[in-house]
């Protein structure tokens, strides 16, 4: 059984020239999953602009959870809305999708969010692309804690975004003190410290790290000296082997070198952005070496 982990996280810049840094956690070189969660970047609090042309996803569902700042999603399926904070976007790619994402609003206001990915199940790897806009997620509270439910369920509340295989997805606002949140039992989960420090399992994880926790406990227990959030994420631990690479998801290398050489082609697979012509963010080379799977080492 793998131990409990605190992982450190890494700048990365999400969007080419312009880029916006992000703090990514997940996918981490030990832990490549947590439940079917394959992805966490963490970004801000900063005055930097999202600025991100059309690129295209495979094998996955992305999440974008904005805390502060507002965000227009546009994609190959026709949407277009702009996201605010406590409102959720969840796209599924299925075998191909493209979207942007760029901040809107005044320039100089605070950007602040999480953007995360879910590995799609091998069963659904090719299920029709798709987009959930929700701006209404339930919440539920205990002794020192309230949660919005993004994914998944928790304490008897359950959230309305699809999902394909267990899991749990929520931002959890803590009080001073010890808060215990209820969880199952056989999910694996995660804590990420999105604004500052926190104590779970007689461990200090500070701001911008992510802690593992395995399977085996029914409550999770957090303690913190300020009012804090902290999301948690969490699922039945995924047992496919994944083949990421920039922004997609297969099962081998000759999965991605595939996606890549459509989307290098324009093809119908990915689809078209409206709104900006013909400027999207191009692939990079492949590695030399074929890419392997990610395997799991704690």
């Given at each position: 059984?793998?131990d409990?982990?605190v992982?450190?996280?890494?700048?990365?810049?999400?969007?080419g020239?312009?880029?916006?840094?992000?703090?990514?956690?997940l996918?981490?070189?030990?832990l490549?999953?947590?439940?079917?969660?394959?992805?966490?970047?963490h970004?801000?609090?900063t005055?930097?602009?999202?600025?991100?042309l059309p690129?295209p996803?495979?094998?996955?569902?992305?999440v974008?959870?904005?805390?502060?700042?507002?965000?227009?999603?546009?994609d190959?399926?026709?949407s277009d809305?702009?996201?605010?904070?406590?409102?959720?976007?969840?796209?599924?790619?299925?075998?191909?999708?493209?979207?942007?994402?760029?901040?809107?609003?005044?320039?100089?206001?605070?950007?602040?969010?999480?953007?995360?990915?879910?590995?799609?199940?091998?069963e659904?790897?090719?299920?029709?692309?798709?987009?959930e806009?929700?701006?209404?997620?339930?919440?539920?509270?205990?002794d020192?804690?309230?949660?919005?439910?993004?994914?998944?369920?928790?304490?008897?509340?359950?959230?309305?975004?699809?999902?394909?295989?267990?899991?749990?997805?929520?931002?959890?606002?803590?009080?001073?003190?010890?808060?215990?949140?209820?969880?199952?039992?056989?999910?694996?989960?995660?804590?990420?410290?999105?604004?500052?420090?926190?104590?779970?399992e007689?461990?200090?994880?500070?701001?911008r790290?992510?802690?593992?926790?395995?399977?085996?406990?029914d409550?999770?227990?957090?303690?913190?000296?300020r009012?804090?959030?902290?999301?948690?994420?969490?699922g039945?631990?995924?047992?496919?082997?994944?083949?990421?690479?920039?922004?997609f998801?297969?099962?081998s290398?000759?999965?991605?070198?595939?996606?890549?050489?459509?989307?290098?082609?324009a093809?119908?697979?990915?689809?078209?952005v409206?709104?900006?012509?013909?400027q999207?963010?191009?692939?990079?080379?492949?590695?030399?070496t074929?890419?392997k799977?990610?395997?799991r080492?704690?």
């Amino acid at each position: 059984m793998a131990d409990d982990r605190v992982l450190d996280a890494r700048e990365v810049p999400l969007g080419g020239l312009r880029a916006l840094t992000v703090h990514r956690t997940l996918p981490h070189r030990d832990l490549p999953t947590i439940g079917a969660w394959c992805f966490v970047d963490h970004f801000g609090p900063t005055t930097e602009s999202m600025n991100v042309l059309p690129h295209p996803h495979t094998g996955l569902q992305t999440v974008t959870w904005p805390i502060e700042g507002d965000i227009r999603h546009r994609d190959s399926l026709g949407s277009d809305v702009v996201l605010r904070p406590a409102e959720l976007n969840l796209m599924t790619s299925g075998d191909g999708v493209s979207h942007s994402e760029f901040s809107v609003g005044d320039p100089d206001a605070p950007m602040h969010g999480i953007q995360l990915w879910v590995a799609l199940p091998q069963e659904s790897r090719f299920v029709p692309a798709d987009f959930e806009h929700l701006p209404d997620l339930p919440r539920v509270s205990g002794d020192l804690w309230e949660a919005i439910v993004l994914v998944g369920e928790l304490a008897g509340a359950t959230s309305p975004a699809r999902t394909y295989s267990p899991l749990v997805g929520a931002q959890l606002r803590l009080e001073p003190g010890r808060s215990q949140v209820p969880v199952r039992a056989d999910f694996e989960h995660g804590l990420l410290a999105v604004d500052g420090p926190f104590e779970s399992e007689g461990t200090r994880v500070e701001h911008r790290q992510l802690q593992y926790l395995q399977p085996g406990r029914d409550v999770v227990e957090v303690l913190v000296e300020r009012p804090t959030t902290v999301l948690l994420i969490g699922g039945e631990p995924f047992d496919e082997e994944l083949v990421m690479w920039w922004n997609f998801i297969g099962r081998s290398h000759e999965d991605i070198e595939d996606a890549r050489r459509e989307w290098e082609a324009a093809a119908e697979r990915f689809g078209h952005v409206e709104g900006h012509g013909d400027q999207v963010i191009p692939a990079p080379p492949l590695p030399q070496t074929p890419l392997k799977p990610r395997r799991r080492r704690v």
